[in-house]
């Protein structure tokens, strides 16, 4: 009984790991969560799939071993009690019970009244007649406590039992004679070799199948360590329709798909919708909606040039497929596509989650292999006030996205910061600009050298700026100035590139001689710092996506569980077990009759507490009125 208490304790131990720890996820995940050190410790000792490592399925062997010898031990024992009336105990027995009462001079005792008595309060009863005329009286109640040892510990072995059936022995004996062996490459289901796939009678098993709208198929994937198995199945599955509803937030309320299971022992295929929570069960496996993902969707994109005035470049693309730019040599992967978005923008005061539309998520790679992360809004999005195209970048998935915002004209395109891009890069315009500021700036007095200085320094100033952003002016200042005049150096530098982007924006938009309003003005001090951050975006275009054309693919779980009944009946005969244990009194009680006269009364009970003394006094003087 101690080791299996002991193994309990690990049990649960290891239940609440299992239960805290996700499960059966991507290494990746584990390694970006841990690191690589406490990844490879936790794998060794099999945290990421604790309910099929070896060392918790022997527990569970020794535990149903060691339980089992507990209950052949002591349930003949238990059931003997149960059925047998302890009526051989003699006087001497009576007087050592801890909870006694003896009544002398009494005779003539109604024997009748006491059994009625006995029996109202639920006991059951036998009366015995000695041979020296002595009667006794047997009467026991509660005895289906007993039973609750029974039921405990055959809840325990059940539950264990069904835990191993699931516990998919099977395959771990095949892998350990080397019969199978973990898929690690991405490769298509058909090219698994059969040394990496499990066949479809395999006992147990919970695989992941992800079908397109339209699409079909028998095979599905059970993650395993750091690859995969391939599952077959005794049946097709083909996704007819998949329907999402939403709130009116845009996030998704409900979700579910209606499918076709074609069997080739039967020649009519059976239609059956499920949804969350609402399985469809044939021959013996489960089938689950989990999630749901993007099925492929095609996408119009036009991708705009950061750092020349090139006209826009309008590509094609698809969920889960790549286009190379043979120019740049670089290639657009594309990994998701979400047509909801929930975001917790600020509205005044407060923030408030909102549905700020489409999004694209997509990686650039260069020809060295080497790639970011990029994650695109198709719609502006209202910060402050303001409008802005926001655009994440990250350069490796343990970081958080960085992002590019990009004012938004009033027409709420990007058209305007374009152009005025474009206006930045245009030498010739700094160059007119340049020499308006030093005309405008200097005295009529001033003779020309010193204009021309002061022209030469704003030209440089723009073009530096044009060429790096913000960066490259710190830069400069750091080089040409000394620190304790850096700072004023600093605001001269900013005061100078706010005149000169006003009028470079004046020149552009064709606002010679006209004065701004604030909101233009805002969007030129929101363009410097968009075309300052740039420079760090690490892409050499602006991704717009112009149109999409949604597909979408469920996310089926297919769960064959042949132990899933024997722990549920185990956890009945383990509920069962417990609460008889915990609300069922036993008691045992005695009552001699001398015929010399006087009365003997024992009660005796498996466990002494305060409702044992509470019935003690009361059955005593129920008796005692009897008697008397």
Known sequence: MSFAVSMLVFLGIASIIGTILKQNEPYENYIIKFGQFWFGYFEKIGLYDVYHSIWFLTILLFLVISTTLCISKNTPAILKDFLVFKDSLEEKSLLSFSHHLVIKNKKNVNVSKILNYLKQVKFKIKEKSKENGDILIVAKKGNYQRL????????????????????????????????????????????????????????????????????????????????????????????????????????????????????????????????????????????????????????????????????????????????????????????????????????????????????????????????????????????????????????????????????????????????????????????????????????????????????????????????????????????????????????????????????LYRNRFNFLGKDLDQGRIKFIQDSLNAYSDMFFFGAPYYFELTNYEQKEASGLQLTKSPGQFWVYLGSLSLVLGIFSMIYLHERKFWLLIKAKGGVILALSSNRKNIDFESDYKKLTNDIRKIIQ
């Not at 005035?309 to 990994?335: C, H, M, R, W």
Request: charged share 25%; hydrophobic share 35%.
């Open 148 to 503: 609750g040892y029974i039921l405990t510990h055959v809840g325990v072995v059940v539950i264990c039992l069904g835990g191993l059936l699931d516990g998919n022995l099977t395959f771990k004996a095949q892998e350990l004679l080397g019969y199978k062996k973990i898929e690690t490459l991405d490769i298509p289901a058909s090219k698994v070799p059969e040394v990496s796939r499990l066949s479809s009678d395999n006992t147990s098993f919970r695989a992941n199948m992800t079908l397109v709208e339209g699409g079909s198929d028998n095979v599905a994937f059970v993650r395993m360590k750091d690859g995969y198995l391939v599952q077959d199945l005794p049946f097709k599955i083909t996704l007819k329709d998949f329907r999402i509803n939403h709130y009116s937030t845009g996030m998704p309320k409900s979700f579910e798909s209606d499918l076709v299971i074609s069997d080739p022992e039967f020649p009519q295929s059976i239609e059956k919708t499920i949804s969350v929570n609402h399985p469809f069960t044939y021959k013996g496996i489960a089938i689950y909606q989990s999630d749901f993902q993007d099925g492929g969707t095609k996408l119009d994109i036009k991708l705009r040039s950061l750092f020349n005035s090139n006209a826009p470049q309008k590509i094609g693309g698809q969920i889960f497929e790549k286009v190379k730019l043979d120019k740049d040599q670089i290639t657009y992967e594309f990994n998701d596509f979400r047509k909801f978005n929930i975001l917790h923008l600020k509205e005044g005061e407060k923030e408030k989650p909102r549905n700020v539309g489409p999004s694209v998520t997509y990686k650039i790679r260069n020809n060295s292999g080497q790639a970011r992360e990029y994650l695109s809004y198709q719609y502006a999005m209202e910060i402050d006030g303001r409008s802005f195209f926001i655009t994440g970048m990250r350069e490796t998935p343990q970081e958080e996205f960085r992002y590019l915002k990009v004012p938004a004209d009033k027409k709420g395109s990007i058209d305007d910061f374009m152009l005025f891009k474009e206006a930045l890069q245009n030498e010739a315009l700094i160059s007119a600009v340049a020499k308006k500021i030093a005309n405008q700036s200097m005295n009529a007095d001033k003779n020309d050298t010193v204009k021309e200085s002061f022209e030469n320094s704003v030209n440089k100033l723009m073009t530096l700026f044009a060429q790096g952003g913000f960066s490259s002016v710190s830069e400069n200042l750091d080089r040409n100035i000394p620190p304790s005049e850096k700072e004023k150096a600093a605001q001269t530098y900013l005061k100078i590139i706010d005149i000169a982007s006003v009028e």
